[in-house]
């Protein structure tokens, strides 16, 4: 089970194991499940811990979660565990999150170096949780530039390439972003859990 909400999340870790063979992927939408983890880890390993052993248990089968978060140097590392959630705004949107750290930015010098964190937890019933981790660094610009992603995507111009996250095609993105990286580790985990099984 892909162990989250979010349907931008859902479409990217697809596409992240689209190649993957002896499983089948299913959200918890597909199983009739409504669950909402109170994410109060202080690493993004422990939100993805609390995540994926939250789904395996409502459905007893593997689950694989992720957490990550946008680490801003000026910011002091801010807003990191809190990305999903870092707007004054009750019910705000990404553009609305982008626009805050944007505004929190102001007046601080350029460039503001940034990096993306994830680190995925994988739930098997019986065993103990696997890990993985990923980042991608780069800093992040005034203007939003490409219409891909979601999230901080459009304004986190990746190291490197001159391009957004937001720019690069799926492929792409999928081989530098910190998910990609992370979930290219958690994919030799999943190979290595179904010749066990």
Not at 76 to 99: C, N, Q, V, W
Not at 128 to 133: D, G, I, K, S, V
Not at 171 to 183: F, L, T, Y
């Amino acid at each position: 089970m892909l162990a989250t909400n979010n349907p931008g999340k859902q479409r990217e870790l697809r596409e992240l194991l689209v190649d993957l063979s002896g499983f089948r992927l299913v959200t918890p939408q597909d199983l009739g499940i409504s669950l909402d983890v109170d994410e109060g880890g202080e690493t993004y390993a422990e939100n993805a811990a609390l995540k994926a052993r939250a789904f395996m248990e409502a459905s007893g089968i593997m689950a694989l979660a992720d957490d990550s978060g946008l680490e801003v140097d000026s910011l002091d590392g801010a807003p990191g565990l809190h990305s999903a959630r870092y707007s004054p705004k009750a019910g705000a949107t990404d553009a609305d999150r982008r626009t805050y750290l944007l505004e929190k930015l102001a007046g601080k010098p350029r460039p503001w170096m940034a990096r993306f964190r994830a680190t995925i937890a994988i739930a098997v019933p019986g065993e103990a949780l696997r890990f993985t981790e990923g980042a991608c660094e780069g800093e992040i610009i005034p203007e939003e530039r490409g219409t891909g992603g979601f999230g901080y995507d459009p304004i986190f111009l990746v190291a490197g390439a001159n391009q957004t996250m937001a720019e690069l095609d799926e492929a792409e993105k999928n081989c530098i972003s910190h998910r990609g990286v992370a979930m290219a580790a958690a994919k030799e985990l999943l190979k290595e859990i179904a010749a066990a099984s």
